[in-house]
């Protein structure tokens, strides 16, 4: 079965040496070791020849796309976060794409909501989904349940995954047992 193995807002405005989003992210993120982790997931995906794509959260400039009365993005154009084209919607530089990765920009939360990541799947007949990044309780959870009602087969690697917090990342795993697999980088085969 063809696979992906998605990044998920390992953004520079979330998780970057100076990220200017909320800043439990880079905390957790240190703490869990997700860096060394997802890229260990990375080089499995590799060895395999799954896809790898980069899902990062972004607006225009003039941040037409964002909802202003959001409470989860309506402060972004007021303090200046995930514009595209600027350094905060870059992933990490740790985690740099690669040529032939896929980039998936998008404006909400869920990974499919307005994106390419549907006809992407589909012209590449990819039917099993690899989830990681920030955070297990926002794009984690919304894009495993998408991928869950469109028929993907989805999994979801623990240790490649963090919240604001290490309760908050535990309870999201746990919601996540029902409609994924939950595997780590270490035990993972893609």
């Known amino acids: 079965m063809q696979s992906i193995f998605l990044i998920m807002d390992m953004i ?31 080089e499995k995906a590799d060895a395999a020849g799954a896809a790898v794509g980069y899902v990062r959260l972004g607006f225009s400039p003039d941040y037409r796309e964002c909802p202003e009365h959001s409470p989860q993005f309506g402060a972004a154009k007021k303090n200046g976060l995930f514009k595209l084209g600027s350094w905060g919607t870059e992933v990490c530089p740790e985690l ?50 998408d991928a869950h009602d469109r028929d993907y087969e989805v999994v979801v690697l623990d240790d490649c995954c963090a919240a604001l917090s290490e309760e908050e990342h535990e309870w999201s795993i746990k919601a996540l047992s029902r409609p994924a697999k939950i595997a780590t980088s270490h035990d993972v085969t893609f």
């Open 96 to 145: 740099a794409p690669r040529p032939g990765d896929y980039d998936i920009v998008k404006h909400r939360v869920s990974a499919f909501f307005g994106t390419n990541l549907t006809p992407l799947l589909g012209a590449n007949g990819i039917r099993r989904l690899y989830l990681s990044g920030v955070s297990t309780t926002y794009v984690v959870q919304a894009t495993a349940r």
């Open 12 to 42: 520079n405005d979330l998780v970057g040496e100076d990220a200017s989003g909320p800043k439990g992210f880079k905390k957790e993120v240190e703490r869990r070791d997700l860096i060394a982790n997802i890229k260990r997931a990375r």
